[in-house]
């Protein structure tokens, strides 16, 4: 076996835990299945996560990177500051009609934190991370555009990181894509609403960004 950096082999196995838990489910992926989806020893596993507990923070963060990398790309300025703020919601929704199955595993992972003794804070972890991210971007956001929110940051963050985590469910357990993509319209406007445009918010000529879908 090729000898790999210990952070690319975390990251391996972090994927492939990925995988094996959205097939499987949470309680049915151990870490023996883990190491077999990466096609590594089982040693290799305890080698770079001293826990299933360490595992699961490293699953949590992984998944959030994953959607928050498209998102963060989509955020650039456009026409309007309503068309950039609509393009970074669209990003994030294109991802949740492409990965379903990634996005159930994040509800599942905490319900399994909250129901076993001494995981609870994982996901209070995972809330946590979801609102610091959202802070980021509006932050980078606010940076690139100029405009003020007329609410406390920390306030908006976890407005977007609660309205999004119940669009979301939302869907994966109606699958009502047409229902989504009026939802995703109003959260927009909601948060347009919520803050002045800068000087910079928009740009000439800027493309416009198409209705939420499912493909």
């Known amino acids: 076996m090729a000898r790999m950096p210990s952070a690319e ?3 391996q196995l972090t994927e492939a835990a990925i995988r094996a838990m959205t097939r499987d489910g949470v309680p049915n992926t ?4 883990i190491a077999a989806e990466a096609g590594v020893s089982l040693s290799v596993f305890h080698y770079c996560f ?3 507990e360490a595992l699961l923070e490293s699953v949590i963060e992984a998944i959030t990177e994953h959607y928050i990398a498209v998102v963060r790309q989509a955020l650039r300025p456009r026409g309007t500051l309503r068309e950039t ?29 909250l129901r076993r003794p001494g995981l609870g804070h994982l996901a209070r972890r995972q809330y946590e991370m979801y ?8 932050e980078e956001l606010r940076a690139a555009t100029g405009f003020a929110p007329r609410v406390p940051v920390e306030q908006l963050a976890r407005y977007l990181a ?4 119940g669009l979301t469910l939302n869907f994966l357990v109606l699958g009502d894509a ?18 002045d ?19």
């Open 9 to 11: 082999r975390r990251r």
């Open 30 to 33: 151990t870490t023996r299945s």
């Open 50 to 52: 001293e826990s299933k």
């Open 85 to 113: 703020i609509r393009a970074g919601f669209q990003a994030y929704w294109d991802h949740v009609c492409t990965r379903p199955g990634e996005h159930m595993l994040t509800y599942e992972l905490t319900q399994y934190a």
């Open 131 to 138: 609102s610091a991210t959202f802070r980021e971007l509006i």
């Open 162 to 165: 609660a309205m999004t985590d």
């Open 178 to 195: 047409a229902a989504a993509a009026d939802l995703l319209d109003t959260i927009t406007d909601h948060v347009v609403g919520l803050v």
């Open 197 to 215: 445009e800068g000087p910079g918010a928009g740009t000439a000529g800027a493309e416009g960004v198409g209705a939420a879908r499912c493909l």
